[in-house]
Antibody
Framework: EVQLVETGGGLIQPGGSLRLSCAASGFTVSSNYMGWARQAAGKGLEWVSVIYGAAGTYYIDSVKGRFTISRDNSKNTLYLQLNSLRAEDTAVYYC????????????WGQGTLVTVSS | DIQMTQSPSTLSASVGDRVTITCRASQSISSWLAWYQQKPGKAPKLLISKASSLESGVPSRFSGSGSGTEFTLTISSLQPDDFATYYCQQYDNYSWTFGQGTKVEIK
């Protein structure tokens, strides 16, 4: 059974850093496109970052240079390093897996809340 | 990035109604479009991929159509479990974008 479990969220001051983790089971993270989406309270969904192929990455413009997506195949875990955090980064962050051979995300984690506030 | 515009933003409907949600892309994306359903406090659920391919386990009352820049999600007979927010999502050349969402409310 495919499962994704996110951890690492919390309350952080502006300018601070966090690392989100997404532990995967039932498949290998290196075999599928993997991504992070976020949702601020009462707002819509927003793709933040996707990792694909050997090491290809996508970032939304507002996080370029501040966030880094990566994966550890030995731990079967996806990461999102969040640096230089801003109040507008406050959101629930979801980890997601794309179906094999596609760019559409068929499995999602439960989400982890990141709150950026002083 | 390609922009996705959904309409309407909110839709009030009754059980049994036929419901249609539209999604327009700022440029052609062929059939690289998905539809998701999200309920409050829950992760999104993939309903349809490649514009019209129904995911396993999704009721047949859901259908998708379109290509290029205009796409629709249709629910043929709205059920109580269908009251939720629906998002379209495009994929093009290693970039991904959601529409702003359509909330389907009870009339």
């Amino acid at each position: 059974e495919v499962q994704l479990v996110e951890t690492g969220g919390g309350l952080i001051q502006p300018g601070g850093s966090l690392r989100l983790s997404c532990a995967a089971s039932g498949f290998t993270v290196s075999s599928n496109y993997m991504g992070w989406a976020r949702q601020a309270a009462g707002k819509g969904l927003e793709w933040v970052s996707v990792i694909y192929g050997a090491a290809g990455t996508y970032y939304i413009d507002s996080v370029k240079g501040r966030f880094t997506i990566s994966r550890d195949n030995s731990k079967n875990t996806l990461y999102l390093q969040l640096n230089s955090l801003r109040a507008e980064d406050t959101a629930v962050y979801y980890c997601a897996r794309a179906a094999a051979g596609t760019s559409f995300f068929d499995y999602w984690g439960q989400g982890t809340l990141v709150t950026v506030s002083s | 990035d390609i922009q996705m515009t959904q309409s309407p933003s909110t839709l009030s409907a009754s059980v049994g109604d036929r419901v249609t949600i539209t999604c327009r892309a700022s440029q052609s994306i062929s059939s690289w479009l998905a539809w998701y359903q999200q309920k409050p406090g829950k992760a999104p659920k993939l309903l349809i991929s490649k514009a019209s391919s129904l995911e396993s386990g999704v009721p047949s009352r859901f259908s998708g159509s379109g290509s290029g820049t205009e796409f629709t999600l249709t629910i043929s007979s709205l059920q109580p479990d269908d009251f939720a927010t629906y998002y379209c999502q495009q994929y093009d050349n290693y970039s991904w974008t959601f529409g702003q969402g359509t909330k389907v409310e009870i009339k």
